[in-house]
């Protein structure tokens, strides 16, 4: 009985994040920009443990991205259970024409909070806002 307990008491939640990065490369913000942000991106968390995670999101430069159905942080995205997946898409959406960001390299990341082993997660990106005026 006593290893049983032991066993149980050693299961613990760990978090996958598929990519790890998101390099959304030269954005031109020129075009009429898709409702999902920039050159989006899938984001999937999924739970490769053996209990149950309690996800959010805690930090996302909302003044360059997109997080489709999302406007400002922290974020719950509740609970997922082994083996259960969550989707996001993640899409530039502006950057600092005062601050001087236009053709230079703009990145930050997106913290991810949970009570898994690997906690927290994060999410590096870059992008690098352009304007291709036609002539």
Partial sequence: ML????????????????????NFGEVDFQTEMPEEGYAALTVTLKNVGETDLD??????DFDHLCLQGFDT?????GTLTPNQSYTIKVGACDYS???????TLV?????????????????????????????
């Fill in 97 to 103: 024409r005062e601050s001087g960001e236009r053709d």
């Fill in 55 to 60: 996800i959010s999101l805690n930090h996302i």
């Fill in 3 to 22: 290893g049983f307990l032991f066993l149980a008491c050693g299961a613990t939640g760990e978090l996958s994040v598929f990519p790890s990065s998101l």
């Fill in 107 to 135: 990145s930050d990341y997106i913290s991810i909070e949970h009570n898994g082993a690997n906690a927290p997660s994060s999410i590096q990106w870059s992008f690098t806002p352009v304007e291709n005026i036609a002539q």
């Fill in 73 to 77: 942080a922290p974020i719950s995205l």
